[in-house]
């Protein structure tokens, strides 16, 4: 079995995109997608398409994702005070993705687990930093663990096995542009696969995200990295 991870799209639907080509053209037999969904600029867009792929895609809920379930809820109940507890970017999110879409986000596990021929036991997680609902420390079992850590992407040993950080798809914070992920088979393989940036600007600049130009600035042409 080789597996594309996929963490924090972020509803970068172009970068998306990308990333599901770039694991067709590797032959993935099954993508898992991190957590962080759809909490960005084209949030019932990537929910659309991540939907329609079927049992090729597994996903975890991630902290994004909760916050968006909740919102999504209050804004449903009118309980507008409540809302403003919520990172701007999620309430706008909350208010463009179907009452289908909230349900399906809500009924996501928080990890998941594949027996592999060649790595062995890898276990999935959202996040090891400990918000409530995810572990706070490395969970027992498993040879390699998959897990996001800021979006940043890379690898490390502890305690005899291998933790892995594929990077994000929608917001990364590596030096080049690009969505981050990671290719797991006989080996881990890090992966960044480039998508046309001005294209992807120009349909985020239109979506009505609010701040759109700063997010597209940081997380799709990295700016910031350069500078």
């Not at 209050?74 to 879409?101: C, N, Y």
């Not at 349909?203 to 609010?210: K, N, T, V």
């Amino acid at each position: 079995m080789m597996i594309a991870a996929f963490y924090d799209i972020h509803a970068n639907l172009p970068a998306f995109e990308a990333a599901l080509q770039a694991a067709r053209k590797a032959s993935a037999d099954k993508v898992v997608v991190g957590g962080d969904i759809a909490a960005g600029p084209l949030p019932a867009d990537t929910l659309d398409i991540l939907m329609a792929l079927g049992d090729w895609v597994v996903a975890l809920q991630g902290a994004a994702d909760r916050a968006l379930v909740n919102c999504y809820d209050l804004l449903m109940a009118k309980h507008h005070s409540e809302l403003e507890a919520f990172d701007p970017l999620v309430r706008w999110a909350a208010g463009r993705i179907t009452r289908h879409q909230r349900d399906y986000l809500h009924t996501l596990p928080s990890d998941l687990r594949f027996l592999m021929q060649d790595l062995g036991e890898v276990h999935f997680y959202h996040s090891l930093a400990g918000d409530g609902h995810q572990p706070a420390r490395i969970p027992q079992g498993g040879q390699v663990i998959v897990a996001g850590s800021d979006h940043s992407q890379g690898e490390e040993h502890l305690d005899g096995r291998l933790l892995v950080h594929p990077g994000s798809v929608g917001m990364p914070e590596g030096d080049l542009p690009g969505a981050y992920w990671a290719f797991l088979g006989e080996e881990v393989q890090l992966r960044r696969t480039d998508y046309d940036y001005a294209q992807a600007a120009r349909r985020i600049m239109r979506c009505g995200m609010p701040d759109a130009k700063a997010w597209v600035d940081r997380y799709v042409l990295r700016e910031t990295a350069r500078s």
